[in-house]
């Protein structure tokens, strides 16, 4: 007796394009949920088979490119021929040197027309991102939806999607569109595509939306300070509510990123940027995001050390303006108000980090160590 079909095995397979074109319409200002995972039927990449996964990392990518020389070769041979060509090959969902090499060696718009068909088509990841790879040496003006859209799927398409979109000037409207949408592996690399643009354009953006909380985001916070001045546009007087918001999760972020990047404590304009950053917070309404950055930035300034070789007394004197301001009734109100909801960064905040810092929203009755805030 036969099984009974599951329903994915019935008619023809979602494509990955239709798949990342369907959320999309469904979320169209925002990142994919779950990044678009998982693919339709399930489809799990199967090159971890395959010996070149864990060779040399010079090697990667090889094989698959010589199934594309063979391809290529033969003057008949359609793009639906590799659909299925690459099961137990690796596939890098990265640039790749080999691949690349392929495609400068063949007819441009023959690439092309094979890239385009692979990222339009294919029902498997493995054959979408060859598509990609392809389409990313030769793509033109009007290719640019099919890139945004397959990039979409943040995790496994944002890299090459970015890689494809930053080979040409004048891209970067394209680049901001992507990066709006995408979280993970996929925002680390479009805002290290940006942070390597010039033009106001793309500092902007990077000044009030870059950081968008996720655990990643520590590998770009303190070239997003650096690249985009932020020294110089918080230090001004006519900053707006959106930028002081992403300065504190930029420096929050950099606060916690010792080992993936850029630290607070190696970051020359910390104490100026910090300070500036506390000016602008003080006239601002208490949000339950705005005290959870700000009690991170405070108990970041109470356990720093000898590390922050800043004049004595500005690290203590900038910890306790943060603290002052966060023992203030309204944002005291707004604390006590994140954790009866069971915020999730109201509840970390009444652990230790409150008890250390004395915050009174936070710190059962009774006496509490910790530093008595400056009023």
């Given at each position: 007796?036969?099984?009974?079909?599951?329903?994915?095995?019935?008619?023809?397979?979602?494509?990955?394009?239709?798949?990342?074109?369907?959320?999309?319409?469904?979320?169209?200002?925002?990142?994919?949920?779950?990044?678009?995972?998982?693919?339709?039927?399930?489809?799990?990449?199967?090159?971890?088979?395959?010996?070149?996964?864990?060779?040399?990392?010079?090697?990667?990518?090889?094989?698959?490119?010589a199934?594309?020389?063979?391809?290529?070769?033969?003057?008949?041979?359609?793009p639906?021929?590799?659909?299925?060509?690459?099961?137990?090959?690796?596939?890098?969902?990265?640039?790749?040197?080999?691949?690349?090499?392929?495609?400068?060696?063949?007819?441009?718009?023959?690439?092309?027309?094979?890239?385009?068909?692979?990222?339009?088509?294919?029902?498997?990841?493995?054959?979408?991102?060859?598509?990609?790879?392809?389409?990313?040496?030769?793509?033109?003006?009007?290719?640019?939806?099919?890139?945004?859209?397959?990039?979409?799927?943040?995790?496994?398409?944002?890299?090459?999607?970015?890689?494809?979109?930053?080979?040409?000037?004048?891209?970067?409207?394209?680049?901001?569109?992507?990066?709006?949408?995408?979280?993970?592996?996929?925002?680390?690399?479009?805002?290290?595509?940006?942070?390597?643009?010039?033009?106001?354009?793309?500092?902007?953006?990077?000044?009030r939306?870059?950081?968008?909380?996720?655990?990643?985001?520590?590998?770009?916070?303190?070239?997003?300070?650096?690249?985009?001045?932020?020294?110089?546009?918080?230090?001004?007087?006519?900053?707006?509510?959106?930028?002081?918001?992403?300065?504190?999760?930029?420096?929050?972020?950099?606060?916690?990123?010792?080992?993936m990047?850029?630290?607070?404590?190696?970051?020359?304009?910390?104490?100026?940027?910090?300070?500036?950053?506390?000016?602008?917070?003080?006239?601002?309404?208490?949000?339950?995001e705005?005290?959870?950055?700000?009690?991170?930035?405070?108990?970041?300034?109470?356990?720093?050390?000898?590390?922050?070789?800043?004049?004595?007394?500005?690290?203590?004197?900038?910890r306790?303006?943060?603290?002052?301001?966060?023992?203030?009734?309204?944002?005291?109100?707004v604390?006590r108000?994140?954790?009866?909801?069971?915020?999730?960064?109201?509840?970390?905040?009444?652990?230790?980090?409150?008890?250390?810092?004395?915050?009174?929203?936070?710190?059962?009755?009774?006496?509490?160590?910790?530093?008595?805030?400056?009023?």
């Amino acid at each position: 007796m036969s099984a009974t079909p599951e329903p994915e095995q019935l008619g023809p397979p979602t494509t990955l394009y239709e798949h990342a074109l369907r959320l999309h319409r469904a979320h169209p200002d925002g990142p994919l949920p779950r990044n678009g995972e998982p693919y339709p039927g399930d489809r799990r990449r199967l090159w971890q088979d395959d010996p070149e996964w864990s060779t040399d990392e010079r090697r990667k990518g090889a094989r698959a490119a010589a199934i594309l020389d063979a391809h290529f070769a033969r003057a008949s041979a359609r793009p639906a021929d590799l659909v299925d060509a690459f099961h137990h090959v690796h596939v890098p969902s990265r640039p790749n040197d080999h691949i690349s090499a392929v495609a400068r060696r063949v007819d441009h718009q023959r690439v092309r027309q094979t890239g385009r068909w692979l990222v339009r088509h294919a029902a498997n990841p493995d054959a979408a991102s060859i598509g990609l790879a392809l389409l990313a040496s030769v793509w033109e003006d009007d290719d640019i939806p099919l890139i945004q859209t397959i990039g979409l799927l943040s995790r496994g398409f944002a890299p090459l999607a970015v890689h494809a979109l930053e080979r040409r000037p004048g891209s970067t409207e394209a680049l901001l569109w992507l990066a709006e949408r995408v979280t993970g592996w996929g925002r680390v690399y479009v805002v290290d595509s940006l942070c390597a643009r010039s033009g106001t354009f793309a500092r902007d953006w990077l000044l009030r939306r870059a950081c968008d909380g996720d655990f990643l985001n520590r590998y770009f916070a303190g070239k997003v300070a650096t690249v985009a001045h932020l020294h110089e546009a918080i230090t001004r007087v006519d900053t707006d509510s959106e930028l002081v918001d992403h300065t504190g999760r930029l420096l929050a972020t950099m606060a916690e990123s010792d080992g993936m990047g850029l630290t607070l404590a190696h970051y020359p304009p910390a104490r100026v940027v910090l300070e500036a950053h506390l000016g602008h917070a003080r006239p601002l309404a208490a949000t339950v995001e705005r005290y959870f950055v700000n009690a991170r930035l405070a108990d970041y300034l109470d356990r720093a050390g000898e590390e922050l070789t800043w004049p004595p007394g500005d690290r203590e004197r900038i910890r306790d303006g943060y603290l002052s301001l966060l023992d203030r009734d309204d944002w005291s109100e707004v604390a006590r108000a994140g954790l009866a909801a069971d915020n999730f960064g109201m509840s970390w905040l009444a652990g230790e980090v409150a008890l250390r810092l004395g915050l009174r929203a936070l710190v059962p009755p009774g006496p509490a160590p910790g530093h008595a805030p400056e009023v």
